[in-house]
């Protein structure tokens, strides 16, 4: 596509329940970057993929959240017992390569209740 | 590690007055630096970029100059618009790959 496609781009869950949040980056980018904007907040780094080396999760906040990125294309952001701290837009970018600009996506925003 | 500082918002403007946003670094070595906006209701987007010390980035007015020597990359605009209204985020990338951002300035704009 044209550009980062995120989906959904809006979701409530109920308190610990898991959701499931996927990216689609630009094709042919070897990065891709999640990371999370809470009301009022920054940017706040989650996990990177580079290719095929093992991803950078070290900005992951618990071990209820998880991510894998599959044939080095489509990414899936898992939370698992969601907490209402979690609330938060939950944003995908890519890159052609390490240091490169990012793309990002529209994000999604997450509501847990 | 790597860190950006910039400066704290919110900054209220009136159309055509002149804008710094500052924006400092920490990084052990030589990182491309770069600023991203967000305008209301869309997603960020690049704004502009400097990959080396002296470099000058530019884009749609604004202007930053990277600057080794007090590790800084300044933001600044001559005559803002209230379409420049929205929020300002200041970036490093060094060699290994990971983008950090700093906090965000907002920036209002008004007629």
């Known amino acids: 596509g044209a550009g980062v496609s995120q989906s959904p781009s809006n979701k409530v869950t109920e308190k610990g329940k898991d959701v499931e949040l996927r990216c689609d980056p630009i094709s042919g980018h070897t990065a891709l970057y999640w990371y999370r904007q809470s009301l009022g907040q920054g940017l706040e780094f989650l996990i990177y993929?580079?290719?095929?080396?093992?991803?950078?999760k070290s900005g992951l906040p618990s071990d209820r959240f998880s991510a894998e990125r599959t044939g080095g294309s489509v990414s899936t952001l898992t939370i698992q017992r969601t907490q209402q701290e979690d609330s938060a837009v939950y944003l995908c970018?890519?890159?052609?390569?390490?240091?490169?600009?990012?793309?990002f996506g529209q994000g999604t925003r997450l509501t847990v209740v | 590690g790597d860190s950006v500082t910039q400066m704290e918002g919110p900054v209220t403007l009136s159309e055509e007055a002149f804008l710094t946003i500052n924006c400092t670094y920490t990084?052990?070595?030589?990182?491309?630096l770069f600023w991203y906006v967000q305008y209301p209701g869309e997603g960020l987007q690049l704004l502009l970029k400097?990959?080396?010390?002296?470099d000058k980035g530019s884009n749609k007015g604004f202007e930053a100059t990277y600057r080794k020597e007090t590790t800084s990359f300044h933001l600044e605009k001559g005559s803002v618009q209230v379409s420049d209204s929205a929020v300002y985020f200041c970036?490093?990338?060094?060699?290994?790959?990971?983008?950090?951002f700093g906090a965000g300035t907002t920036v209002t704009v008004r007629a």
């Open positions: 993929f580079q290719g095929n080396s093992a991803p950078d």
């Open positions: 990084a052990t070595g030589y990182p491309s």
């Open positions: 400097a990959t080396k010390a002296d």
């Open positions: 970036a490093l990338s060094e060699s290994d790959y990971k983008l950090s």
């Open positions: 970018a890519s890159s052609w390569d390490r240091g490169a600009e990012a793309f």
